[in-house]
């Protein structure tokens, strides 16, 4: 069946660093657009950050760029999503969740057009 996998999250002072990975399986996602996506309490889920299918086109949100860094790697059966995140700050404290769309070569930035979820990463910033 189809699995998302998050990695690496975790707690870190304003100003550190982490690096998120999403391991997706379970059918072919080197056609899809994939994207991360955060929620923090009492807040709905935003798009953070989204990659196209080879890799070559991205979207930030505003409140990461020039911060965040995603990527991909289609390999044969699984594909790996990373999300670099430098400078961090305390409004970055939120689960992130990495999301993948059934519709190919299809953007979105809106995560109800996001069919496949992870179950999500706590990142925690203190300041």
């Known amino acids: 069946q189809v699995q998302l996998v998050e990695s690496g999250g975790g707690l870190v002072q304003a100003g550190g660093s982490l690096r998120l990975s999403c391991a997706a399986s379970?059918?072919?996602?080197?056609?899809?657009?994939m994207g991360w996506f955060r929620q923090a309490p009492g807040k709905e889920r935003e798009s953070v950050a989204v990659i196209g299918w080879n890799g070559d086109s991205t979207y930030y949100a505003d409140s990461v760029k020039g911060r965040f860094t995603i990527s991909r790697d289609n390999a044969k059966n699984t594909v790996y999503m990373h999300l670099q995140m430098n400078s961090l700050k305390p409004e970055d404290t939120a689960v992130y969740y990495c999301a993948a769309r059934a519709l190919v070569y299809t953007f979105s930035t809106t995560a109800h057009d996001y069919d496949y979820w992870g179950q999500g990463t706590q990142v925690t910033v203190s300041s």
């Open positions: 379970g059918r072919t996602f080197s056609r899809n657009y």
